[in-house]
């Protein structure tokens, strides 16, 4: 009988990045974090610094609530960023995004952005996931319209945010 050898070989950590301004995070974000972790061992949920958008939240308060939702999950790391993508992608050495996508309208702009980032960074690859159905209407921007509005918005982001959403509308001068 032939002894075979056999090589323990390290795999390297699959290790991706999913940039958002997470203004606030929703529970759609939250899906495509989770959905993202079947392919990959770790995800950095990367809060960035737009500076043409107008957060309501500062962009301390967006990575202390996203920490907060992720205590625990040695998995999820969040971190932040200001500038570029792609310089973000070569200083922390991971070249797979992910993004999620709700509507034709979000490939338009999400397809652009892919494009460019290849032109900047080649190697660079992104994988698109849709929400759960129940999510594929979700935006930021429609949380903090109910919000503002003094809606229920429980059912759409977690609890922390939920509550720091009550707190941000129940003083007007905040926003």
Partial sequence: MVQQEYRYIKRKERLAVYPGSFDP???GHID???RS???IDKLIVSVARHPAKKPLF???ERVEMLQSVFSGRQEIVVDFFDGLLVDYLKKKGVYLVIRGLRAVSDFDYEFQMVLTNRKLLPGI???????????LYLSSSAVK???KLNGPVEKFVPEIVAKKLKEKFS???DY
């Fill in 145 to 147: 319209e109910i919000a």
């Fill in 125 to 135: 690859e992104t994988v698109f996931l849709t929400p759960k159905e129940e999510y």
């Fill in 58 to 60: 500062a962009f301390k």
């Fill in 37 to 39: 972790l079947k392919f």
């Fill in 171 to 173: 003083d007007p001068q």
């Fill in 32 to 34: 495509i974090i989770e």
């Fill in 25 to 27: 995070v929703t529970n």
